[in-house]
């Protein structure tokens, strides 16, 4: 196994545990090694979200649809960093896409319902 790879999986068990900012540091190692690597990018861009950090995600999921535009959680992640930062129409778009591209994915759905409803009380829908 390489070391990206276990600093990835390291990283993977702190998320679980909670322990974003020890994740962030992991997965920061893993992606000096796999720059390229979108389930690297994912988990990197999940700790920066969970830990408040959320242009730094933003970054690290749209890395990710760089490689690979057709990855349904990337688009999910990055609508869900986009929200958070007041660009709701970007948004909307982005967990439409996610959920075009995977729509057996409840949370994806739910996720979308959810910000559209909220979209259509602010009047931003």
Do not use: H
């Not at 690979?68 to 778009?93: I, S």
């Amino acid at each position: 196994m390489s070391e990206a790879y276990n600093c990835l999986q390291r990283g993977k068990r702190l998320l679980g545990r909670g322990l974003n900012e020890q994740a962030v540091t992991e997965l920061e190692r893993a992606k000096e090694l796999e720059p390229r690597r979108c389930s690297v990018l994912e988990e990197l861009g999940r700790a920066y979200y969970n830990g408040g950090r959320t242009a730094e995600a933003r970054i690290q999921f749209e890395e990710a649809l760089e490689i690979d535009p057709t990855n349904p959680f990337a688009r999910y992640a990055l609508g869900l960093c986009l929200w958070r930062m007041g660009e709701c129409k970007e948004a909307l778009g982005q967990l439409r896409l996610a959920v075009a591209m995977e729509p057996e994915n409840p949370v994806y759905r739910r996720e979308l319902d959810r910000r559209e409803r909220a979209a259509g009380r602010a009047g931003q829908a």
